[in-house]
């Protein structure tokens, strides 16, 4: 089974070379009208929506990260009276899947699971440390304690190591999150997907559990922090 795998892409619809399974690990709404949620809602339906119809994958799993306004219930509710409550998946996402009969190939995750071909998925889209962007107002000691034992695991924040890691001039700082690593040391998952840090190691990491089990970890940030394309989508055969 061939896995890609890309985050990151803030509006640019890349080709994808056919795939069975296409991950998505954030931060896909464009930087010029992420904010503004009806420009969001018109660029789902025109451009991302159509996009996913053209992809020659069997499957599509994404997830938001800190630029994707439009999925954080906290970013997008009207305080008005009597106005109902707006859930991004069940209000808008899924009656658009429907209506273009690609909830089979296109599946959201926030805080969830899925199957696919027999191997359990889990997306969680929250950050550490990103106050005031979506996903990061959740208590911080708290946001991964959820994440269940799964096969793949996708999450925009990395964990802490040279995934999260920046270096500018003659400095360096890690983005990534203890708590994150302290939750791949428990779940053992066999993969994990992130990005968030467009300039992290995307060289393959690997964390060898006890009894020879192992966690393969991928920066699959696609832009550079310069928000232009410099890295190649992350491909692998999963055995």
Not at 23 to 33: Q, R, T, V
Request: overall charge neutral; hydrophobic content about 35%; charged content about 25%.
């Amino acid at each position: 089974m061939r896995i890609t795998a890309i985050s990151d892409i803030h509006g640019s619809l890349i080709p994808i070379e056919p795939t069975d399974l296409l991950i998505i690990a954030g931060d896909w709404s464009p930087l010029e009208i992420q904010t503004k949620i009806w420009y969001m809602r018109e660029w789902i339906n025109d451009c991302l929506i159509e996009w996913f119809k053209n992809i020659p994958a069997d499957k599509i799993i994404f997830i938001a990260g800190n630029h994707d306004f439009i999925c954080d219930a906290g970013f997008i509710q009207i305080p008005i009276k009597d106005i109902p409550q707006v859930d991004f998946e069940k209000d808008f996402l899924k009656p658009l899947l429907k209506k273009h009969n690609l909830q089979k190939k296109v599946t959201y995750l926030e805080n969830s699971s899925t199957k696919y071909k027999g191997l359990k998925i889990y997306g969680c889209p929250d950050v550490e440390g990103c106050h005031g962007w979506a996903f990061s107002q959740a208590n911080e000691t708290l946001i991964y304690s959820t994440i269940p034992k799964c096969d793949i695991l996708i999450t925009h924040q990395p964990p802490a190591n040279s995934l999260g890691i920046l270096r500018q001039n003659a400095f360096e700082r890690d983005f990534g999150s203890r708590s994150l690593l302290d939750v791949i040391k428990k779940r053992k998952p066999k993969y994990l997907f992130c990005g968030h840090i467009h300039e992290g190691d995307h060289s393959k990491i690997f964390y060898n559990h006890p009894k020879g089990k192992q966690t393969i970890m991928h920066n699959v940030s696609i832009k550079n922090e310069d928000y232009r394309i410099a890295y190649p989508p992350c491909i692998i055969d999963y055995l």
